[in-house]
């Protein structure tokens, strides 16, 4: 019996949310070996090259939402003559976007130099090995990866996060066992590149098993209006998403040539812990986005607004525990983890936690806008978006030398200046057909609340916890935080239906 769209959102949350927690803590055993054995710099280096690579990416950013959202329908209505016309078409795509990558990527070379700052520890012979074996991983990963698509519309993207999974525990593994015995920096991107294309194979393999018909049904050719359709949503989606990629991607890019490598290692470590809490909320709330889908092309719209609402609270709890336990123990972890040389300033903090807020509370704008189609009506959004983030940065890098908060605070101002509430009105009038009034009520009421419990829970702690060292008191101060923030949570929103409405999802996932 084919499962609801509640089952299959509670299904895929629950099996994301358990995979990347063990996924978190087999990539932190690997970043402190990776410390330990090779060095800041080269955690620099890594960070810088895969900013690099997310550039080069923009040729696929249209595509595997894209293809996500055209799949819907004809797997609503068991099209399989559909599906395997548009599966064909989307293969060809790939392949043509990972050999433009790979020609693309080789014109870079010659600029290496004018991005990497006190670079005196790496040979640049060495640097150009290290950033040609990071485009080889980013050009094979375009190859046999389209199929995990029909399976992610298909509401079963559980089945892609278990293979993902298995394969980076065991890359993870053989990774922390070659820094050991050879401390071989290529030797570490090699096993990369071997994993990336197996994990590739094995994700095609499961969809053609999962999928039989995709071999033995011969494709329809495609109507040109689809094709037309299918061209608005990859150039809608592709600039819709250009915009954070040059945002987020910039950021150390713009570190390591303005302050240094090293900064870019020491903030990596940061970005890795941040990265990962908003990848785990990702997690979470994207896992409905199939089902999401399929709610839109039904045609219920008048229950859209409603579900915005819960989708957005489910997101706001997220970042408000997340947050909050950050704030208060993210720099005594680092301190524990890797060293108090590693440790940046409590203005840095409050800065990467306050950006960490807006982009989470994003994820709500994006997940409307892909479940919706909405590509193509931001398309202008991401240049207004990285003009203002680029200028700002290098205004408050050049003109005021703040370093590393200068790139945060340029990233802060684009986001929620105006990008959030660009994504905002898009969605209210062309989806949930709502005054944008409503968006404003909602995201400014969250970030105050937010702010004032942040505030409340900082100060209890200051007061009656004085700082102390050691795993066991980092345990207990996490503890504690969570508690102080789960009684003010309480206080505040037991009386909403949203809160209700998680109570009752809460129920039904323990009954099972």
Not at 63 to 68: A, D, E, F, K, R
Request: glycine share 6%; proline share 2%; hydrophobic share 50%.
């Amino acid at each position: 019996m084919k499962k609801s769209r509640l089952e299959y959102s509670i299904l895929n949350s629950s099996i994301s949310m358990f995979i990347y927690i063990l996924r978190l803590l087999i990539q932190f055993a690997a970043r402190s070996f990776f410390i330990h054995y090779l060095g800041a710099e080269y955690l620099g280096l890594n960070g810088l090259f895969s900013n690099i690579l997310s550039f080069l990416s923009l040729a696929e950013l249209g595509i595997g939402t894209s293809i996500v959202f055209s799949l819907y329908k004809p797997l609503a209505e068991n099209d399989e003559k559909h599906i395997v016309s548009l599966m064909r078409l989307y293969k060809k795509a790939y392949e043509m976007i990972g050999i433009a990558i790979g020609i693309i990527g080789l014109i870079i070379i010659p600029l290496l130099p004018f991005i990497i700052k006190d670079s005196n520890n790496i040979e640049m012979t060495n640097v150009y090995l290290y950033y040609i074996l990071f485009l080889m991983n980013s050009v094979v990963s375009y190859f046999f990866t389209y199929k995990r698509s029909l399976i992610i519309a298909d509401q079963k993207n559980y089945l892609v996060a278990l293979n993902d999974f298995v394969f980076l525990f065991v890359l993870n593994v053989i990774q922390i066992i070659c820094l050991y015995l050879f401390k071989n920096f290529t030797i570490f991107l090699v096993t990369q590149i071997v994993f990336t294309l197996i994990g590739n194979i094995s994700i095609s393999i499961i969809t053609d098993r999962k999928y039989p018909f995709l071999k033995k049904v011969s494709p329809d050719k495609i109507e040109p209006e689809l094709k037309q359709e299918i061209k608005k949503n990859v150039i809608g989606n592709m600039s819709s998403k250009l915009g954070g990629v040059i945002v987020m991607g910039t950021d150390n890019i713009l570190i390591s040539g303005f302050v240094g490598l090293t900064a870019v290692g020491i903030y990596s470590n940061y970005s890795l812990i941040i990265v990962s809490i908003q990848n785990l909320c990702k997690q979470i709330t994207n896992s409905i986005t199939a089902s999401l889908g399929n709610f839109a092309i039904s045609g219920e719209r008048e229950r859209a607004f409603d579900l915005f609402k819960r989708h957005l609270f489910v997101n706001h709890s997220l970042i408000y525990f997340s947050s909050i336990i950050l704030l208060i123990v993210i720099n005594p972890f680092i301190s524990i983890w890797i060293g108090s040389e590693y440790v940046l300033s409590d203005v840095t903090i409050f800065l990467i936690i306050f950006n960490y807020v807006i982009q989470v509370y994003r994820n709500t704008n994006f997940i409307f806008i892909e479940s919706f189609g909405l590509y193509w009506e931001q398309r202008y959004k991401p240049v207004i978006e990285a003009m203002m983030n680029l200028v700002l940065s290098l205004i408050f890098l050049m003109g005021f030398d703040l370093g590393i908060n200068g790139v945060l605070l340029g990233t802060i101002f684009s986001s929620l200046g105006f990008v959030v509430w660009y994504e905002g009105f898009v969605i209210f009038k062309n989806a949930l057909n709502r005054p944008f009034k409503s968006f404003v009520v909602l995201f400014v009421r969250y970030i105050l609340e937010l702010l004032c419990s942040g505030l409340i829970v900082k100060k209890i702690m200051m007061i009656f916890f004085s700082r102390n060292n050691g795993v066991l008191f980092l345990i207990f101060e996490v503890f504690i935080t969570g508690l102080i923030s789960l009684i003010i949570y309480i206080f505040l929103y037991r009386k909403r239906t949203e809160f209700q409405f998680v109570l009752s999802v809460g129920k039904k996932i323990l009954k099972r």
